[in-house]
């Protein structure tokens, strides 16, 4: 049965930092593209940083900078870092998997096939 799990959400504070790990079994996640997406209330879900199964990693023109992707494939755990954060940030945090594409080629939240259920980040000013 496949299952994602996103954990290190949380509260902080504007200029901090925060690591958010996503836990996979149940298939090769780390022969598989993988990303992060989040939602803020009233808004859409929006990608936030993806990942081929090689390490490559690749960001939306809106999330340079900030934010890093990373795998550790012995683990199969995909990491996301992010410094500086803003209030913008605020978000429900998802980890996504495309179930046969070891290559990463949408950002689409529907060409990805396994989710995690989130996990909050809170960004106080």
């Known amino acids: 049965q496949v299952h994602l799990a996103e954990s290190g959400g949380g509260s902080v504070q504007a200029g901090g930092s925060l690591r958010l790990s996503c836990t996979t079994s149940g298939f090769q996640s780390s022969r598989r593209c993988m990303a992060w997406f989040r939602q803020a209330p009233g808004k859409e879900r929006e990608p936030v940083a993806r990942?081929?199964?090689?390490?490559?990693?690749n960001y939306p023109a809106s999330m340079k900078g900030r934010f890093t992707i990373s795998r550790v494939v012995d683990t199969d755990t995909m990491d996301l870092r992010m410094v500086n954060v803003e209030p913008e940030d605020t978000a429900m945090y998802y980890c996504?998997?495309?179930?046969?594409?070891?290559?990463?080629?949408?950002?689409?939240?529907?060409?990805?096939?396994?989710w995690g259920r989130g996990t909050q980040v809170t960004v106080s000013s």
């Open positions: 990942i081929n199964y090689d390490g490559t990693p």
């Open positions: 996504a998997a495309d179930a046969t594409s070891a290559n990463c080629w949408s950002w689409a939240p529907g060409a990805y096939d396994y």
